[in-house]
Each structure stands twice: as structure tokens, then as C-alpha cells.
């Protein structure tokens, strides 16, 4: 397996700009991502990944491109969020030099149906694109 391959269907945190809104400048903060490809075989490369966040206004879920996940179903994961989405629709790439620290946690490996389910939602959003 080459060095990139271990990090697809993980967990990882990166950095993540956002504008702060207190401040009108951008800030960062640390964001759970769910590695789901690769650029390249080796690091350093970009990552394609998915966010995982908790969604504060029920109104901002999409039921079907936001994965839910319960930290009560599914404890091995290192999610801080009592629930947690796992954006499918909101597909980001992120530079190797962004992640804060090594792979978390394997959600292929350690919720495989969890895993299968996320792969279902992002082909159906996927095809109906364009």
C-alpha cells in the first residue's frame, strides 16, 4: 500500500480558514475531515475530503447528503459533537501540510456500513451533478 492510501476512509483533523465575523478577518480553527482520496501516492499532496460538523440550525441539514452520526452509536470515533454530519455535498480539498495531526480514527475499518452508507450518499449527489 503506498503512504497516501492509509489516510482514505479516515478521520483526520486539519486546519480550516473561515471568516470570523467578530473580527472581519479570516481565522482558523481545527476541523474533523473524512479523507476520501488522494492526489497523489505519496506526501505531501492534497487530500479530497468531506467535513464533519456539527450543524447548530436544524434547517441546515440536507437529510440526504448530511450522514448523521451520534457519538452514542458510534463511540470509537473521536468526534466531539454529541452529533455530528458528515457533509457529503460539501466536498473540499485539503493540503497534506493542514492536517494537525495523523489519522484519528478509520471509519471504514471501524463502522464499514457507516463507511458504505457515506459512499451511497455522495454517488447520488454526485450524479446529479451537471
Known amino acids: 500500500m503506498n ?3 492509509a489516510y482514505i476512509g479516515t ?6 480558514a473561515y471568516h470570523d465575523l467578530n473580527t472581519d478577518k479570516i481565522a482558523f480553527k481545527s476541523r474533523p475531515f473524512l479523507i476520501i482520496g488522494a492526489e497523489y501516492d505519496e506526501l505531501p499532496c492534497d487530500f479530497t475530503a468531506f467535513p464533519i460538523s456539527k450543524v447548530s440550525a436544524s434547517q441546515n441539514v440536507d437529510p440526504v447528503h448530511d450522514i448523521k452520526v451520534a457519538k452514542e452509536h458510534y463511540p470509537k470515533l473521536s468526534l466531539n459533537a ?4 458528515i457533509r457529503v455535498h460539501k466536498i473540499q480539498t485539503i493540503h497534506s501540510s493542514q492536517l494537525a495531526i495523523g489519522i484519528q480514527d478509520s471509519l471504514s475499518e471501524d463502522y464499514p456500513d457507516l463507511y458504505a452508507e ?3 450518499a455522495y454517488r447520488d449527489f ?3 451533478l451537471f
Request: aromatic content about 10%; proline content about 0%.
Open 3 to 5: 503512504e497516501t492510501q
Open 11 to 16: 478521520i483526520v483533523k486539519a486546519r480550516f
Open 82 to 85: 454529541a452529533v455530528s454530519y
Open 118 to 120: 457515506v459512499k451511497a
Open 126 to 128: 454526485s450524479g446529479g
